[in-house]
């Protein structure tokens, strides 16, 4: 089984390194005082973690409404760096050779990292695992797919 969702709001692009990266040490976690009530004032960057109501981490029901758009994905052979981020391991992509287009809009993959178990639940109940596609439009608002994995 594999569920997509897409979450905009938190996800911010990832800033171009001219030196190899070094893992950081976590400055937010899905928990305790640096949890997810405390993300807004973690960064200046995170203040629509405050502000919003529709990011991470996400509840989902079990069953879903049908989209009002359709995600079309492209994928071509593409470079990437991967680091620690102190949070996962993530892939920095060059921003060429996979996009996506929602609602009429073109997104290009800037990074990809997983979380295990996944951040957001369905019913309460995360899935063994969540990939996240971080993708950017050409201004460098972000859009992230979320996909959903299951063992076995």
């Given at each position: 089984?594999?569920?997509?969702?897409?979450?905009?709001?938190?996800?911010?692009?990832?800033?171009?390194?001219?030196?190899?990266?070094?893992?950081?040490?976590?400055?937010?976690?899905?928990?305790?005082?640096?949890?997810?009530?405390?993300?807004?004032?973690?960064?200046?960057?995170?203040?629509?973690?405050?502000?919003?109501?529709?990011?991470?981490?996400?509840?989902?029901?079990a069953?879903?409404?049908?989209?009002?758009?359709?995600?079309?994905?492209?994928?071509?052979?593409?470079?990437?760096?991967?680091?620690?981020?102190?949070?996962?391991?993530?892939?920095?992509?060059?921003?060429?050779?996979?996009?996506?287009?929602?609602?009429?809009?073109?997104?290009?993959?800037q990074?990809?990292?997983?979380?295990?178990?996944?951040?957001?639940?369905?019913?309460?109940?995360?899935?063994?695992?969540?990939?996240?596609l971080?993708?950017?439009?050409?201004?460098?608002?972000?859009l992230?797919?979320?996909i959903?994995?299951?063992?076995?």
């Amino acid at each position: 089984m594999v569920a997509a969702i897409t979450l905009v709001g938190c996800a911010q692009p990832t800033p171009e390194s001219s030196k190899p990266p070094v893992a950081e040490p976590a400055r937010w976690s899905c928990d305790g005082a640096s949890g997810p009530a405390s993300w807004a004032e973690v960064d200046p960057g995170f203040a629509a973690c405050g502000a919003g109501t529709a990011q991470s981490s996400i509840d989902l029901p079990a069953t879903m409404p049908a989209p009002s758009s359709v995600i079309q994905l492209s994928a071509e052979d593409a470079e990437a760096d991967v680091f620690d981020t102190g949070h996962a391991v993530e892939f920095e992509a060059d921003g060429e050779g996979e996009t996506l287009t929602f609602a009429g809009d073109e997104y290009s993959l800037q990074q990809m990292h997983a979380h295990v178990p996944s951040e957001h639940t369905v019913n309460g109940q995360p899935a063994a695992a969540e990939l996240h596609l971080v993708h950017a439009d050409a201004a460098g608002n972000p859009l992230v797919l979320g996909i959903l994995v299951a063992e076995g």
